[in-house]
C-alpha cells in the first residue's frame, strides 16, 4: 500500500490505519477493563464479503457503539470469536469500515472531527436541525457517498436516527438497501448507555456488562419487499419494534440484576479479562 495512498474520499489511508491503532487501544479498555462487552455471533463477520455490507443497529451513545464496533469487526476479522482480548488486532485494521453520522455531530469539535477521519459518512438530518424540528429534503450527495462507502466496503447506520429507544425506523434505509441492495445484518447492543454519557466519551459507570449481539443476515427480496417491509424487518431485528415493549414481571427482573451482578464479579476476578 502506497503511503499516499487514499480511499474514495480522500482520506490518506496510512494516516486512517494509525488513527484507528492510536483511538483503538485509547478505548480498548472502555470495553474489556472498565466495563465488560459481551459479545455474541461475530463468526458472522469473518464471512462476509468485503464489500456492499450494510450493518444495522439500535443506538444508543454517539460514538462508543461504532468504536466498539471497530473493535469487534477487526477482532473477529482477525481470527477471535466473541471477544477482543489482545489488541493485536488492530495493527492491520480494515479500513474500509464507514458508518453513518448526523453532519452537525462530526463537526463539534476537535475529537468528532478526527473519528470522522475514521470513517464517517456525513449528511445532514431531513427531519432535525440543532435541536430542532426541521423539514427538508434528502441531500443527493448524501445518496451518493453512501453507495460510494458500499461499493467499497462496510458501512454501520443507526436507522433510528436518534440514541433514544423505540423511536422509529427512518424510512431512508428501506430506500438504500432497495436500490443497493447490500447484505443487510443487523446488531443489538445494549449497556452503553448506562456505561457512557450521550456522547459516549465520558465514562459515567464501570463496571457494567455491555453486549453485542450480530445477527444472521436478514432475507429481504429487494424487488418485491415494500419498504414497509423492509422496515418492519429492520424493526424486529434490532430489538427495536413497538412488540418488545413490555412490562418486566419484577421476579423475572429480579433474577436478571442477579445474574448481572454475579458476571460482573466473576469477570473482576477472571484473571484472563485484563486488557
Known amino acids: 500500500m502506497g503511503i499516499f495512498k487514499k480511499n474514495p474520499f480522500g482520506h490518506i489511508l496510512f494516516l486512517k490505519k494509525w488513527l484507528i ?11 474489556h477493563g472498565f466495563n465488560n462487552l459481551h459479545i455474541e ?4 463477520i469473518k464471512d462476509l464479503p468485503d464489500t456492499k455490507v450494510l450493518f444495522v443497529s439500535n443506538h444508543q451513545t454517539y460514538f462508543a457503539d461504532v468504536v466498539a464496533m ?20 488492530l495493527w492491520n485494521p480494515k479500513l474500509n469500515i464507514y458508518y453513518i453520522a448526523a453532519k ?31 423539514n427538508r429534503q434528502v441531500k443527493m450527495s448524501d445518496i451518493t457517498n453512501i453507495k460510494k462507502a458500499l461499493d467499497d466496503g462496510w458501512v454501520i447506520t443507526f436507522p433510528q436516527g436518534t440514541t433514544r429507544p423505540w423511536k422509529p425506523i ?12 447490500p447484505v443487510v445484518v443487523p446488531i443489538v447492543i445494549d449497556g452503553f448507555r448506562r456505561s457512557f454519557d450521550r456522547k459516549g466519551i465520558r465514562i459515567k459507570k464501570r463496571g457494567i456488562l455491555q453486549s453485542m449481539v450480530i445477527k444472521e443476515p436478514l432475507e429481504i427480496d429487494y424487488e418485491n419487499d415494500s419498504y414497509d417491509d423492509i422496515v418492519s424487518k429492520i424493526e424486529y431485528a434490532i430489538e427495536q419494534h413497538p412488540s418488545f415493549l413490555k412490562v418486566i414481571p419484577e421476579k423475572e427482573l429480579k433474577i436478571q440484576e442477579e445474574l448481572n451482578e454475579m458476571r460482573r464479579w466473576s469477570y473482576k476476578e477472571d484473571p484472563s479479562s485484563e486488557a
Open 41 to 44: 455471533g461475530s463468526e458472522i
Open 70 to 89: 471497530f473493535h469487534v469487526f477487526n477482532a473477529s476479522l482477525s481470527g477471535r470469536v466473541d471477544n477482543i482480548r489482545n489488541i493485536g488486532y
Open 170 to 181: 427512518r424510512k431512508g434505509t428501506a430506500h438504500i438497501i432497495k436500490q443497493y441492495k
Open 21 to 31: 491503532r492510536i483511538m483503538g487501544a485509547m478505548t480498548h479498555r472502555r470495553y
Open 104 to 134: 452537525e455531530t462530526m463537526k463539534a469539535g476537535l475529537l468528532a472531527r478526527i473519528l470522522a477521519y475514521a470513517g464517517s459518512i456525513s449528511i445532514e438530518r431531513t427531519w432535525r436541525s440543532k435541536g430542532k424540528e426541521v
